[in-house]
């Protein structure tokens, strides 16, 4: 009887499987196989966060404690959301703590349409190099913030694509922050060149 079930469940996921792969090239076929496989994209389903991504902050988050109720977090690039929901959680900025806790500020700016999501502002078609959408950004941030966008004492984390260029990125960060390290994530993937530079203690500017 369970064998039976078992083979009549693999049967139905391999319909499912080959449903999905056709009409796809063989490099569409490959990533669609890459996602079925993933461990954390089944997790990101399971637990309503719009990509895998959502534990790469996660797993720094609960490492590096980045994250605290009543923070401001400017998300660069977030569309389709899953770290501006990991930050409207952990900041608070929803006001869904039951501890009283401080109301923290969640931006996020895209070229792309960035989904709605309570307890965030989307700022979505724009582009974070224009002054136009820095003009924008300083209007949505509380007043502290609103002179210089990152306070002295900041944290910057940033996504980066390790090679001949990385260590000058390292080194402009490093003359503004008094602490820069290279991340690598459980969840990220091992055979992507994709790692993080988490930089603290931004140094105030001198005038
Ligand atoms: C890897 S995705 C970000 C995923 C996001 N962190 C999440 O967890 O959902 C990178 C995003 O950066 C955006 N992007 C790239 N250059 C940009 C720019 N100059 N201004 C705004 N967004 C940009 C892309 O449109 C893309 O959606």
């Known amino acids: 009887m369970w064998g039976f079930s078992v083979w009549r469940r693999c049967i139905h996921c391999s319909l499912s499987v080959m449903k999905k792969l056709k009409g796809k090239t063989a490099a569409e076929q490959r990533w669609v196989l890459r996602q079925l496989k993933d461990p954390y994209v089944k997790a990101s389903h399971a637990q309503n966060f719009r990509c895998r991504s959502a534990f790469k902050l996660l797993e720094i988050d609960d490492k590096?404690?980045?994250?605290?109720?009543?923070?401001?977090?400017?998300d660069c690039g977030a569309a389709p959301g899953a770290w501006s929901q990991v930050a409207v959680e952990r900041v608070n900025s929803a006001g869904t703590s039951r501890h009283g806790l401080p109301r923290g500020t969640v931006i996020g700016i895209d070229l792309l349409n960035i989904p709605p999501l309570d307890g965030a502002h989307f700022l979505s078609?724009?582009?974070?190099?224009?002054?136009?959408?820095?003009?924008?950004?300083?209007?949505?941030?509380?007043?502290?913030?609103?002179e210089m966008i990152l306070?002295?004492?900041?944290?910057?984390?940033?996504?980066?694509?390790?090679?001949?260029?990385?260590h000058q990125l390292q080194e402009k960060l490093?003359?503004?922050?008094?602490?820069?390290?290279?991340?690598?994530?459980?969840?990220?993937?091992?055979?992507?060149?994709?790692?993080?530079?988490l930089a603290r203690m931004y140094k105030k500017p001198v005038k």
Do not use: M, N
């Not at 590096?64 to 400017?74: H, I, K, M």
């Open 125 to 146: 078609s724009h582009d974070v190099t224009h002054t136009a959408t820095h003009a924008k950004l300083l209007e949505l941030l509380p007043q502290d913030l609103a």
């Open 64 to 74: 590096f404690r980045l994250l605290q109720p009543g923070y401001s977090v400017v």
């Open 151 to 166: 306070l002295p004492r900041g944290s910057l984390l940033c996504k980066y694509w390790d090679g001949v260029l990385s």
């Open 174 to 197: 490093s003359s503004v922050f008094h602490s820069v390290r290279s991340i690598k994530p459980d969840a990220s993937r091992k055979d992507s060149a994709e790692r993080y530079f």
